[in-house]
Structures are given as C-alpha cells and as structure tokens.
C-alpha cells in the first residue's frame, strides 16, 4: 500500500462526493426556483428538501391516465365528408340522394337516376381521397382508410396532447409531465395540485364554442318551436337546448333553432379573459383572429336586431340581441361563479380537445396524506438507519465506524446521481433503496467477516485486510452483478413503479460497488497503511 | 464483539425436516388463498376505486355505507383508516364493467348532498377546494383592493392566501366552524370575510382517491407479471453461467419458495397485492438471491480448495463459514423494515410487512432451502449419469455405491 496510491485513491472518491452533493444541491436550487411563487426567499433546507423530486406518492397531486376518443375525429372527418358532398348537392353537380353517416366513419349516399356517377367518383377521388367507397344497388357506402384512421388517430392524440398541456401551462403547475403512451393514451401528472375535481374538468372539457344564428325561439316545447316551419326541422337549422333564464342554470329548459353553419367557432378565438357583464356579473370576454373577425363583422352587420346564440359544448349560454356591428371582441355571459368563468376563458384560450377524452385511471393523493406519510417514512428510515448504525460499531468496532462512512457516502451518491438524471423518488423507489443499502451492509459485513476468519487463521492484520477485500470482492461482485442483471430486466420490460424501483436499485449498486469495495478499502488503507507493521485490527 | 464463531452445525441434517416445513407453509398459504376466494388484488390490478376521506367529527361507516348503497356503485364496503382520533374512513368500490364513469364524484356528490357539503349554489368548500381555488376566485372579487383587476401583483398576492389557507387547513386537519377561518394567518380581514360569506365548511375532505379503469388493471398485471418472471429468468442463467446449472436451479427454487410462501401470508393476513407489494416482493427476491449468492460463492471456493470433501460436508461447511455474516447481514436488514412496519405508516404498512416476511423466509431459504437443492439435484444427478453410462456399454461390475457419487462430485469439483 504505496502512500500516493492513498491519497490518489482518497483525491477520487472526494471528487464523487463533491460532484454527488453539488448535482444533489443543484438540482434543488433549480427546482425550488421553479417552484417559489411568493415574496419568501428559500433557504438552505428548502434546496436540500428539494434536491430529488418526489413521486405522487409521496408529494401528493394527481396522476391520470386518459384515453383519446379517437373516434370522435372520426366523426368530425365523416360530417365534413358529408358536408362536402351536400354542399354539391346544393350547387346542383351531383345530384345525390340522402347522405347519412352510419357509424363514425362511415357513411351512405345514395345515388338518385339522375346522378351522374362518374362525376361522383371524380368528386370522391379529388375532395374525399381518405375514403373508399363500395357500391350496393344505389347507395354507396363509404368508409375512412385505414391509413386514413391511422393518420388522424394519429393527428388527434397529438392535438390532444398539446391542448391538455396549454390548459395545464396556463394552470401555472410546476414540473407536470403530459406524455403519450401507447397508441391512444396521454398520461397527465400534476405534482401538488390539490383540487382535482377542477383539474379534471378543465382537462376534460371539449369546449367547443359555436356563435349560431338563432332563426325561431326560445320556446319551451320543439312542436311549438317548429309550428311555423310545418314540423320540420329546416335542413340548414337545428334545435339546440338552453336555459330559459341565463343566469340559472335550474331555470326551465327552453329551445331554440338555430342556423346550422355556425358564425363563428371556438377555432377563430384569438384570445379570451374572465371579465364581468353590465351587472357586474361574472362573465368572459373573447378576441377573435383576423378571419373570424372578417367573418363575424359580416354576419352581426347583416344580422342586426337578430339573436345571435352562444353555443359551448351543444349548449346554449345565452343567446343575446345583435345590437350593431362587432367585429373582432364578444363577450360570453351565463351562470358563471368566478371560478368558472376563469376556467371558460383558459379552456377557451387553450383551444378545443379534437375528441372526447375517457378517464381510465385516477389517482389523487392529498398533500395532508402525502405529506403524512413522507413524515412518517422518513422518521422509520432514519431510525433504521440509526440502528444499523450502532450495530455496526458496536459489532465491528472501528471497522464498524468505516462501514458507516461509506454507507453514509452510498446514500450520498445515490440521491446525487437520481437528482442528476432528473429521476422520481416514489414508494418502490424506496424500496429499491432499502434493497440497496442492505446489500451495501452485507458487502462490508461480508468483508469483515472474511478478515475476522483470516485474523482466525493466524495471518497477520495487514495480511488479512487484504485478503478479507480480494476474496469478499468475487463474492460482492457476483451478488451485485446477479441483481442488476435482474433490475436490467425489469427496468426493460417494466412499467411505471417497477421501472422506478429497477432505476434506484441500478444505481444504488453501482454506488455500493464503489463505495463498500473501493470506498471501505480506501479508509483501512489510510488507517493502518503507513504502518509497516499493524499489531491489531479494531474489528 | 463476536456471534456465532467457529460454528460447525449440521444444515443438511435436518433438510427433509425443512423440506417438509417448507411445504406445509407453501400449502398453508394456498389453503389461506383458497378461503378467501382467491389472492386478493388492490385496485391497482383489479381495477376499481378507492378513496380516503377525513370527517370534521367522528364519521359512521355503517351510516356511509347506507347512503351510498343506493348508487348501485358495486360498493365493497367502509372502513376505518389509520387510528381512530383521524378520523379517516376508507371506502371501495368494484370494477365497472365500462371505462368512464366518474365514481369519484359520485361518492363524493352523495355524501355531501346528505352530509350538508356545499349545494350548487357556487359556494367554495374550503375543506375540499385547492389553494388555486381559493386564489382565482379570491382575486377575481380582489377583496384586498390590490391594484388593478387580475393584474400580476393581484393574482401573486391572491396565490399567496391561497398557500396560507391550504396551510392552515393541513396544520389543523380540516375547519370545522368560520372561526378557524378567522383564525388563518396572513389573511386580511377582508379576504377572510369573503371567504366567509362565499363558502361553506363541508363535513368531509378527499385524502385520496384512485381509480382504475378494468383495461389498465389488466394491463399492469400483464405487465408486472411479465417483467418479474423474464427478470426471475435472467437471474436463473447468469447464476447458471456463472456457477452451475444445479445452483441456478437452488436459487430459484429459492427464489419461488420465498414468493409463494410471503405471497400466503400476506393472504393470511388479509392483506392486498398491489404495486407497492409487487416493488417488496421483488425486492425480497433481490434479497433472498443475494444472501443465497453469498453462500454459494463459500461453496464454490471450498470446493476447489478441498476437493475430496463430498458436496455435502463442503456445503455445511460453508454455511457454518458464511453463518456469522448472513446473520448479521440479515438482522441489519430486519431492523431497518421493521421499524418501516412499526413507525412508517399506514400508506408503507402492507410494504413493510411483506419485508419483514420476506427477510425471515429469506434467510432460512438462502440456508435451509437453496444449499439443501444443490445437494439432493446433485445425489439425482450423479444417480442419473453412471445408470447412462451403464446403459451404453456393459461396464464391469459396478464397484458399490461410492463410485458413482464421486463422479457426480469431480464433476462438480471441476470449477
């Protein structure tokens, strides 16, 4: 044991400390930045809190699972299909008999004496490439492609995607992750979010904002509202559902029919904000992009003294008089609270969901809960951890003090190197530590066991320290090396819980490796090498 | 201080007798399973909901039970939570056969309705509403009068009663009367009056809620199942590679012993598989593997330092040699879980028994179980190889019973 080999050997493991506690410190300094809001400047200790992030679990917040309905976009691809081809209709190139959708992405049309079938196939090649059609007698059938379907299931999770994740930035929470997984699902965790019946609503709703014509109405019964049109509902008009007074959404359910083809759409919304109406209500105002506002200048000009109706999710807000001219601003009122106004405008901001979403998984965890059980967590570690301490010197002595040290050090390394691979501490992360310090134990238990039997034998002490490392190190290593072949595979084939768990233990044995064998051999060198002769082994 | 030196105890005696402890623990746990209908799987796996409510005042499961009963929710039933003086209830609700609805808000719009929460009227709940309830819906009416409507500084100022209201709410459990709301730091008085007057104090708060839809249920047990058996595998042909075949198959004989018989008595003790068991069996299994590496490495070092030993005087020997340091190792390991299973918590209660288990049946596996295969795969296999031998070509008369073992151990011998 040459005496520069010492301090080279000590210079290095130094430098790991130094860098595991600085990439720990880092990370929660970055972190706390993120997170602070108020005026309080944070200390020390909140860095050190900070330095790892803390699972769900733990921290409490809101894990969800969602599922895109990506049939929804089918459904919006098929009525623009259909509405292309009545749209033909009407001009009088087609001559089509009734186009109906059969399913969400098929449709029917059938074809009348008089139409012209080679200018429908050349109408479906040019404007409808997705679909294929199949002729039965007179109706054709037509179905979306399966490339078609994929591009647009494709397309809608995407949107989904980022619409979730605007309305999330504007909800201002630190550190979500909105990540895809598998073909048609989004997974959404919100760290600290206490309320998560809002959360859910807002990721949830569609909030498709419609400003319709009304043509007849309100009537508190559809015969009475269609009594002028002999019954019908006109082909260019709907019925659609509303309250009869704004404000009460207990009020009595009242019709109206509106034009079909809306003014404007939720899609032309350039902006919107929770404002207050003339009664100091609660309300919310929107701006319109430049097109839409081209378009709603001409429709409110031409409209003037009609009702135009505020339609959000199929649902009539309020449906107020034209009184001139507006072009690029309107403003939305009903029964809204505070809160929900708020929302309107952020959901409204952050653009419509292509397709209904489904819950498939929840998970809530209330700060008071996890906070709970970190607490209590964290007591019983440290007290176990205290144990083994004491143990260990009182068993091993002074060798039990090193052992210390370097379990200290494992500890150390492992939450430097999770904070710098930006990793989660969750239950089964905790249980991968356990495993890990365990066997960080048993590596030095092992060690001195070995050098107690060499000390046993007779050998002299420096003798068996060196033989107690060389032989327990085959052993160490295959232990190690036999569970991280295992974490390997779970972290590969493993999901959420399992894959943190994989990731600590991977970690904490690498650091095991390092700090029982080289770590622990390192203090017994710089204890006993200088000696030329060690007369015995505080062991 | 020294435990255990120098001992020279006979493992391998009474390995029929542990074999036979073994199986009766293995069937006991089945016989268990088997009586309550099956291993009983968290919402994790089998999908469902679960969630925890805090009552203000000492809650009534039995009166819980009866107004959600009605819901048809497929309700399993209410329980208590944590220790009494909590006042925490835990209630469970089956699978639904469809994805979507939203049981959650159901139990919670039950109970409130017949408990007196908050009616639609727009009031806030202050005992279920997050701090960015309370601060948007505060700097909305900006009771403060801080500068300008929704300005930054407003809603800054507003976030910041929002952090103290939550705060006090965690720090005193839940408000039972608008005098705890006076009593919120760093709340102006004005705040605080309209808070009043806008909300009402529910009888209850959410401390969790989880809900699994049947299509992820089914997929994480898939999945979990998947990644513990390839990782089992792994495990099975490094130590084969490394060792031998007959030690890879002690180690997961080993391994399977441990899991099937933790896995009983957590049915024993009526506890539920989920997530979190799965992360303790697996480290057990981690565990276990270790101290049962640990000896075989004493066995293969004793057998190429004294290869006329038979296998089985090599093998006690290295127990009797490895004794001191699995006990030691296994006891340090046991003082850390046990005080998880003592002190940890409800939410770590179920990890850290299935530990406390694991490590017991652990440790007597790696030495009563593990080592005891190696020697009887070992007695089958050298049987097995002269009858061949046998078979092939007449050999001349067999020499007694001695000279097939001492194959069977060169062969072993040989790394």
């Not at chain 1, 919107?272 to 001409?298: C, H, I, M, W, Y």
């Not at chain 2, 709340?187 to 959410?206: C, D, H, M, R, Y």
């Amino acid at each position: 044991m040459s005496h520069q080999k010492v301090w080279t050997r000590v210079a290095l493991i130094l430098v790991v400390l130094v860098a595991s506690v600085a990439a720990y410190v880092a990370n929660g300094v970055s972190r706390v930045k993120t997170d602070v809001t108020g005026e309080t400047t944070p200390g020390v200790k909140d860095y050190l809190k900070n330095g790892i992030r803390l699972g769900l679990d733990l921290k409490g917040g809101i894990h969800l699972v969602l599922q895109v309905q990506t049939e929804d976009a089918f459904k919006i691809e098929a009525d623009e299909a259909i509405a292309h081809l009545n749209e033909q209709n009407r001009e009088q190139t087609l001559k089509l008999g009734a186009v109906t959708r059969t399913g969400p992405a098929t449709f029917t049309a059938v074809v009348n004496a008089d139409t012209d079938t080679d200018k429908l196939q050349d109408a479906v090649k040019r404007f409808l490439p997705a679909w294929q059609y199949s002729r039965q007698g007179t109706t054709w059938a037509f179905a979306l492609s399966a490339p078609a379907r994929k591009n647009i299931g494709e397309e809608a999770v995407q949107q989904a995607v980022e619409t979730i994740r605007n309305r999330i930035d504007q909800f201002g929470v630190s550190e979500p992750v909105i990540a895809r997984e598998g073909e048609n699902r989004i997974v959404v965790q919100l760290p600290g979010v206490d309320d998560p019946r809002r959360v859910k609503d807002i990721i949830k709703s569609t909030a498709f904002l419609e400003l319709k014509l009304v043509v007849a109405g309100p009537s508190s019964d559809r015969a009475a509202l269609l009594a002028p049109t002999g019954g019908q509902v006109p082909p260019d008009a709907e019925i659609v559902e509303g309250n009869s007074t704004d404000q009460d959404p207990t009020s009595p359910k009242v019709f109206y029919l509106l034009q079909k083809v809306a003014a404007v759409t939720g899609r032309d919304i350039k902006n919107a904000r929770p404002s207050q109406d003339q009664n100091n209500r609660p309300a919310v105002s929107f701006s319109l992009k430049a097109e839409g506002a081209t378009k709603f200048d001409k429709v409110t000009g031409a409209n003037i003294g009609k009702q135009l109706a505020i339609v959000l999710d199929n649902r009539i807000q309020s449906a107020p008089r034209i009184d001139g001219r507006i072009s690029d601003s309107g403003i939305i009122t009903g029964s809204f609270t505070p809160e929900r106004a708020n929302d309107l405008a952020l959901i409204l901001r952050s653009g419509a969901l292509p397709a209904g979403l489904v819950y498939l998984e929840e998970r809530t965890v209330g700060p008071s809960l996890g906070l709970d059980s970190i607490k209590k967590g964290v007591t019983a570690a440290l007290l176990g951890a205290l144990l083994v301490f004491v143990t260990m010197v009182v068993y091993y002595r002074r060798s039990g003090f090193n052992a210390v040290l370097a379990l200290i050090l494992n500890a150390i390394i492992l939450l430097g190197v999770l904070a710098q691979f930006g990793a989660t501490l969750t239950l089964p992360g905790i249980a991968g530590f356990i495993l890990t310090i365990g066997m960080a134990v048993d590596s030095n238990v092992l060690i001195f066991e070995r050098i107690r039997e060499e000390l046993r034998e007779g050998k002299t002490p420096k003798t068996a320290i060196d033989n107690g490392f060389s032989k327990a190190f085959l052993t160490i290593v295959d232990t190690h090396v036999t569970t991280v072949v295992s974490a390997l595979f779970l972290f590969q084939f493993g999901t959420g819980p399992v894959k943190g768990f994989a990731v600590t233990l991977i970690v904490g044995l690498a650091a095991s490796m390092f700090t029982a064998v080289y770590v622990s051999k390192t203090i017994f060198m710089l204890e006993y090498g200088s000696r030329e002769r060690i007369e015995s082994v505080s062991i | 201080m020294e435990l255990f030196r120098d001992t020279h105890i006979d493992f391998l005696r009474v390995k029929w007798i542990c074999i036979g402890i073994s199986w009766a623990l293995i069937v006991a746990g089945f016989i268990s399973i088997a009586a309550h209908g099956g291993l009983r799987f968290g919402i994790d796996f089998s999908g469902g909901t679960q969630i925890v409510l805090k009552f203000a005042n000492r809650p009534d499961p039995g009166k819980i039970e009866s107004i959600l009963k009605p819901l048809n929710l497929g309700l399993e039933g209410v329980q208590r939570y944590d220790t009494p003086e909590k006042n925490e209830v835990l209630i469970k609700v089956k699978q639904q056969a469809r994805e979507g609805r939203d049981i959650t808000q159901e139990v919670f719009s039950a109970l409130s309705a017949a408990m007196g929460g908050p009616a639609a009227g727009g009031k806030i709940d202050v005992n279920v509403k997050g701090h960015d309830t309370f601060a948007t819906s505060l700097a909305a009416v900006d009771p403060d009068n801080v500068n300008g409507r929704l300005g930054t500084a407003a809603a800054q100022h507003y976030a910041s009663i929002g952090d103290a209201i939550v705060a006090y709410r965690s720090q005193i459990g839940l408000f039972r009367s608008a005098a705890d709301i006076d009593r919120i730091p760093n709340v102006s008085p004005e705040a605080k009056n309209w808070l009043k007057q806008n909300s009402v104090i529910g009888p209850f708060t959410v401390l969790s809620a989880d809900n699994v839809g049947p299509q992820v249920g089914r997929d994480l047990r898939t999945k979990a199942l998947w990644a513990v058996l390839l990782s089992t595998g792994a495990m099975l042909v490094y130590i084969w590679f490394r060792f031998d075949v007959k030690f890879g198959v002690g180690a997961i004989v080993a391994i399977i012993h441990d899991t099937l018989i933790t896995i009983g008595l957590l049915s024993l003790f009526n506890r539920e598989i989920t997530l979190v068991v799965v992360a303790a069996l697996l480290t057990l299994v981690g565990y276990s593997m270790n101290d049962t590496v640990v000896v075989y490495d004493r066995i293969r070092e004793n057998m190429k330092n004294n290869r006329r030993d038979p296998l089985p005087k090599i093998i006690n020997d290295s127990i009797n040699q490895t004794l001191s340091r699995t006990v030691m190792s296994s006891g340090l390991t046991f003082l850390v879980v046990v005080a998880l299973f003592f002190l940890g918590g409800e939410v770590l209660n179920t990890f850290a028994l299935t530990l406390v288990i694991g490590i017991i049946v652990g440790t007597y596996s790696s030495i009563y179980v593990a080592a005891p295969i190696v020697v009887i795969w070992n007695e089958i296999q050298g049987r097995r190889r002269p009858a061949a031998a046998v078979a092939k070509a007449p050999a001349p008369a067999a020499k007694g019973a001695g000279a097939p073992r001492a194959a069977g151990n060169r062969k072993s011998g040989k790394r």
